[in-house]
C-alpha cells in the first residue's frame, strides 16, 4: 500500500486560528509542525494566564470533569480529548458524554493534529 503525503495546508478562507494545548511536559511539543504554519499553539503551564478565547482546546488524558470545566472556562471553543491508544470505550464515552467535541486514543502528532485540523474544519462549515 502507498500513502501519499499531502502539503500542509493553509487556513485559507478561515481566521487566525489559535490552539490551547493542555499537556504535561513535552508532550505533543511538535504539534505545530504538523498545522498549518498560520495557527498559533500556545502551551499551558501553570505559570502561564490561559488564552481566554482560543478555537481550539487540546486536552492530554483528562478525566470527565476536567473536560467539563474545559467546556465551561472556552464555551466557544472545540474541545479534544487525546486519550491512551490503549483506553477502554468506556473512558472514550466518559469523555464525549462531559462535553469533548472529538477524542482521539493516540499517541503520535500527527493523528493529534489531523483531528485538531478536522475540529476546525467542522467549526467552519
Not at 46 to 73: K, M, N, Q, W
Request: with cysteine.
Amino acid at each position: 500500500m502507498d500513502i501519499l503525503t499531502l502539503p500542509q495546508r493553509s487556513a485559507s478562507g478561515l481566521d487566525h486560528v489559535t490552539v490551547l494545548l493542555v499537556a504535561g511536559g513535552t508532550r505533543f511539543a511538535d504539534l505545530t509542525r504538523f498545522l498549518p504554519q498560520d495557527w498559533t499553539v500556545v502551551r499551558h503551564t501553570t505559570h502561564e494566564p490561559v488564552v481566554r478565547d482560543p478555537d481550539i482546546v487540546v486536552l492530554d488524558d483528562p478525566g470527565p470533569r476536567a473536560v467539563s470545566a474545559a467546556c465551561l472556562r472556552h464555551p466557544a471553543s472545540a474541545i479534544v480529548v487525546v486519550l491512551s491508544p490503549y483506553s477502554d470505550h468506556h473512558e472514550v464515552v466518559d469523555v464525549l458524554e462531559a462535553g469533548a467535541d472529538a477524542c482521539v486514543r493516540s499517541n503520535t502528532t500527527a493523528v493529534v493534529a489531523a483531528h485538531v485540523e478536522a475540529c476546525r474544519r467542522r467549526q467552519a462549515a
